[in-house]
């Protein structure tokens, strides 16, 4: 799937990530290997690069307008990300938590990625498991 978008796009599959059912596919596997029947659908992420170049509009928009204090706290982190800040790995917890810095080295917000929760693949802390499987609490189920 790989090979016929990096010719469609005519980029590199470095800038390309695949998802099914919130399970990244990696590369040297077949679709076939994740349980990928010919109708259904998985998600095609691009580096902002590849986006920016193609001109796609941004996937991730959850708003139709986005609230002005949200607006700028996206532009303090972008901000932040541009001269140099990363994301830093919270000391405690279970799952994968991140203080976002702006370009003060302030601390302005905070992300959880869904995939890095308890039991999931991506669990940073060593807690790794299947994305919808058993997770700490009876009934809570991972992600």
Request: hydrophobic share 30%.
């Amino acid at each position: 799937m790989k090979q016929e978008l990096e010719q469609k796009l005519k980029t590199h599959h470095s800038n390309l990530r695949l998802f099914y059912k919130n399970i990244e596919l990696r590369n040297g596997r077949q679709l076939l290997d994740y349980d990928v029947r010919h109708k259904d659908c998985f998600v095609v992420k691009m580096t902002p690069q590849l986006e920016n170049s193609l001109g796609v509009a941004n996937p991730y928009r959850l708003f139709e307008q986005v609230p002005q204090e949200l607006q700028q706290l996206m532009e303090e982190v972008q901000s932040g990300f541009l001269n140099g800040a990363k994301p830093h790995l919270t000391d405690n917890g279970t799952s994968g938590t991140y203080f976002l810095e702006n370009n003060h080295r302030k601390n302005v917000g905070i992300f959880k990625p869904y995939d890095e929760e308890p039991f999931t693949p991506n669990n940073p802390r060593n807690f790794v498991g299947d994305l919808g499987g058993p997770g700490f609490r009876r009934g809570i189920l991972s992600g």
